[in-house]
């Protein structure tokens, strides 16, 4: 009996709420001075429980879709901007790409060193050597492969006679003997012209193509400039200088001692005056520009 008194009880709060959430209520919004009936809405409990849900879930779909699609997200702190992520990421693709690149000339380098000193070429550059950075300039000693290039090249290319005049020193004129080696065997492609500013020749060559010292001296410098990419200059007696640019490698470092016909570097296309492979060669006598063409049989 008093289990079908508790059931009855139950059943009869259920309808109880069911009849109040749908209860029927009126809204009406009267002139407060002529208490004129503006606004009526009728409603009950369920669609206010219906309008308040929906309401809620389409502002929380609007403010994801703000977030997520437009530049306001920009705005939340924290938030990374969408053009630095780009940017951040193309600066990371060129930096893979040097990277490889680098590798690429290193591993060119090597192998011409290889080449000149009679050792095996290698596929790939040595992780020893590779996460060492760039590779040391180091004086190379002379093989027996490199003999007989040598003796190959003085057979072909051997040294030309001239007469050297210095003029313009304040020291008078002198005329000076000297025995040129060809730095390359190629074409010259522009000319001597100190009026325009162009104090040497440009000449030439293949690919790859070893650039030889015209005559025996010192190495004064051997570096890398922004103009004229690699670059070597060469102290010879008499205060000769000559002068090599635009190289792709540099087999001499500044102090070395160079013989006439020996390699110094390999022709290239560096620096921003370059325009193609060629080797640009200049003369020096006591510190003024003079045509190489007068002295030395290029082609």
């Known amino acids: 009996m008093d289990k079908d008194k508790t059931t009855q009880q139950k059943n009869k709060e259920h309808r109880s709420f069911l009849q109040k959430i749908h209860n029927k209520y009126r809204l009406v919004i009267m002139n407060d001075d002529t208490l004129e009936k503006k606004l009526t809405v009728k409603m009950t409990r369920f669609n206010v429980f219906i309008f308040t849900g929906t309401a ?37 693709l060129r930096t893979d790409s040097l990277e490889r690149n680098l590798r690429q000339k ?10 000149v000193e009679g050792r ?8 020893s050597i590779a996460n060492a950075g760039s590779l040391p300039v180091q004086s190379m000693s002379r093989s027996r492969e490199d003999s007989l290039l040598r003796a190959e090249m003085e057979e072909q290319f051997p040294f030309e006679e001239g007469q050297l ?7 008078g004129q002198s005329n000076i003997h000297l025995s040129f080696f060809p730095p390359i065997k190629g074409m010259v492609s522009r000319h001597f012209n100190s009026m325009q500013g162009h104090f040497g020749v440009d000449i030439v060559a293949e690919v790859g193509e070893v650039i030889k010292a015209t005559l025996d001296g ?14 070597i ?6 205060n000769l200088i000559s002068v090599y640019k635009h ?23 560096t620096g921003l005056y370059s325009t193609g492979t060629h080797l640009h060669f ?18």
Do not use: C
Request: charged share 20%.
């Open 282 to 299: 200049e003369l020096w006598l006591n510190g003024v520009p003079i045509n190489p063409v007068d002295y030395i049989i290029m082609e």
């Open 247 to 269: 190289n792709s490698a540099l087999l001499k470092e500044q102090g070395s001692f160079v013989e006439a016909g020996e390699a110094i570097a390999v022709i290239g296309d």
């Open 218 to 231: 010192t190495v004064i410098f051997s570096t890398w400039t922004l103009e004229t990419g690699y670059t």
């Open 120 to 127: 095996e070429i290698m596929e790939e550059i040595p992780d």
């Open 233 to 238: 200059g060469i102290q010879h007696e008499h």
């Open 106 to 115: 290193d591993l060119y380098i090597m192998n011409i060193r290889n080449i």
């Open 56 to 92: 809620a879930v389409l502002l929380v779909v609007a403010t994801i879709y703000l977030i997520a699609f437009t530049p306001l997200r920009e705005y939340i702190p924290g938030y990374a901007d969408f053009n630095t992520r780009q940017v951040l990421r193309e600066l990371s």
């Open 165 to 171: 005049t210095a003029e313009g020193t304040g020291q």
